[in-house]
């Protein structure tokens, strides 16, 4: 008999899966906002709607630095999973003020600050990317931010 998900591993084995409808070359990420147990929304990374898909007619790379130098690439044409799902929150007319978030990936300093002004208390993730980015923004906030580990045995 298999073991029940904690319901931590049951919302981002969701998340892994809304992943897969990402149009980035790059990257598959799925983001999902809870709250009290339930989906408010999803979303992932890829181009707005109607718009020309990154796996149809390629990335729009752009580079940037950051404060202490180090170059950034980032696509012209991609929403981020985060901003896809609280777009899709907003167009349906549900609140997500103090929701969690699940995400396959830590979140962009970007995102990190469109969640905080969101009113998201929770941000839950499995992969890091560039967590040292977040420290002195996470250090301002109340915002919690925890890794979640899902057991070998599921599909990665």
Not at 65 to 93: D, V
Request: charged letters at 20%.
């Amino acid at each position: 008999m298999s073991e029940r998900p904690s319901w931590h591993q049951y919302f981002m084995t969701i998340t892994r899966q809304v992943a897969e409808r990402s149009t980035c070359n790059r990257a598959k990420v799925g983001a999902v906002i809870v709250r009290d147990k339930n989906i408010l929304a999803t979303g992932y990374n890829g181009a707005p709607a109607g718009m020309p898909h990154c796996t149809d007619v390629g990335c729009l790379i752009y580079q940037s630095k950051t404060p202490n130098g180090e170059t950034e690439e980032n696509c012209f044409r991609t929403i981020h999973a985060e901003m896809n799902a609280i777009a899709q929150a907003a167009k349906n007319g549900s609140s997500i003020k103090d929701a969690a978030i699940y995400i396959t990936h830590t979140p962009c300093t970007h995102c990190l600050k469109v969640l905080v002004n969101t009113g998201i208390k929770s941000i839950y993730y499995e992969k890091p990317y560039k967590l040292h980015t977040l420290d002195e923004l996470l250090s301002y906030t109340h915002v919690e931010l925890e890794k979640v580990d899902l057991p070998p045995n599921r599909h990665r």
